[in-house]
């Protein structure tokens, strides 16, 4: 059984500062990995995808990065803001066929929050 | 939001009771999926369609049932509610673009088991 696990579970930074968050998974034959942000009391938003035959995808300000073989993928945050402050999530999708197309194991979160 | 709705988007009921909560999408996905969010737990997938009446468990699917009888409209149903199932509900969409598979969720639906 796939089991997602996201290290820090809660992250308190002054504005400006880069950083880093990390999840990790237990079976490597994955077919992407997601990084979604949640704001508080609203739905998922997908950030970032990156395929299994990727090692990182780029939008903005974010990085994310995926070393398959050791099961962990980093988010990288450059210059954050006050408007990053969010739970970020993320989650793989092994690689199966059939009916089992699409579905997601989610990590619990890493609750970013970013001071003035 | 790869136009989907959940409604209602706020529910309180009572132990025992029927629920049905609704997805519905404008863009006439094939696959769509209902998880649940509670804290410590993240979101764990509860059932999925994959086509019009075509349905499968998840890993939390005990005490819900689902229903699929057009390409919109996804139905989650809890046929005696628990204090357990007391969540927050979300509905997904698997859209795909060049050969890449994303998943977009609803906003979301606040369950509140008394």
């Known amino acids: 059984k796939q089991e997602v696990t996201q290290i820090p579970a809660a992250l308190s930074v002054p504005e400006g500062e880069n950083l880093v968050l990390n999840c990790s998974f237990t079976d490597s034959a994955i077919y992407n990995l997601q990084w979604f942000r949640q704001d508080p009391g609203k739905g998922l938003t997908s950030l970032l995808l990156?395929?299994?035959?990727?090692r990182e995808q780029t939008s903005g300000r974010l990085n994310a990065s995926l070393d398959k073989s050791s099961g962990r993928s980093t988010l990288y945050i450059a210059a954050s803001q006050p408007g990053d402050s969010a739970t970020y999530l993320c989650?793989?999708?092994?690689?199966?066929?059939?009916?089992?197309?699409?579905?997601?194991?989610f990590g619990q979160g890493t609750i970013l929050t970013v001071h003035p | 939001d790869a136009g989907i709705t959940q409604s209602p988007r706020h529910k309180v009921t009572e132990t025992g009771t029927p629920v049905t909560l609704r997805c519905h999408q404008t863009?006439?996905?094939?696959?769509m999926y209902w998880y649940r969010q509670d804290p410590g737990h993240g979101l764990r997938l509860i059932h999925y369609s994959y086509g019009v009446k075509d349905t499968d468990k998840g890993e939390v699917s005990d005490g819900y049932s689902v229903s699929r009888s057009k390409t919109e409209d996804f139905l989650l149903t809890l046929e005696s509610a628990t204090s357990s199932q007391t969540s927050v509900y979300f509905c997904?969409?698997?859209?795909?673009?060049?050969?890449?598979?994303?998943?977009?969720f609803g906003p979301g639906t606040r369950l509140l088991v008394l």
């Open positions: 997904a969409i698997s859209e795909s673009a060049g050969g890449w598979e994303t998943q977009y």
């Open positions: 990156i395929q299994s035959s990727q």
């Open positions: 989650a793989v999708r092994l690689y199966a066929g059939g009916t089992s197309y699409g579905k997601l194991t």
């Open positions: 863009e006439n996905h094939r696959y």
